[in-house]
């Protein structure tokens, strides 16, 4: 299983960024993607994440209305769309998936807000 976010950098308070997820091993259809973050000294807190089989998606309350959580199956891969950024988003996001017993993480992209 291999996990590859990207689309992070530097944006205003106020713009939107979209991240990737693109997955390897696994089928981003058949399982719950998860999506956190970690700011610089602080513990890695989930954000929200997108379940399996059309079930749904699940916010963490900083960011309800904010962030939608999608996937392709085509390209079998998770988005994180984020609008309204505040500096207090900035942090590396993190997808990650539980699979056969093991969670599964990508290496995180960095997401900057900053005016």
């Known amino acids: 299983v291999q996990l590859v976010e990207s689309g992070g950098g530097l944006v205003q308070p106020g713009d939107s960024l979209r991240l990737s997820c693109a997955a390897s091993?696994?089928?981003?259809?058949?399982?719950?993607i998860n999506w956190f973050r970690q700011a610089p000294g602080k513990e890695r807190a989930f954000v929200g994440r997108?379940?399996?089989?059309?079930?749904?998606?699940e916010y963490a309350d900083s960011v309800k209305g904010r962030f939608t959580i999608s996937r392709d199956y085509a390209k079998n891969t998770a988005y994180l769309q984020m609008n309204s950024l505040k500096p207090e988003d900035t942090a590396t996001y993190y997808c990650?998936?539980?699979?056969?017993?093991?969670?599964?993480w990508g290496q995180g992209t960095q997401v900057t807000v900053s005016s």
């Open positions: 997108i379940l399996n089989g059309g079930a749904g998606t």
């Open positions: 990650s998936v539980f699979f056969r017993g093991n969670m599964y």
């Open positions: 091993g696994i089928m981003v259809g058949t399982s719950h």
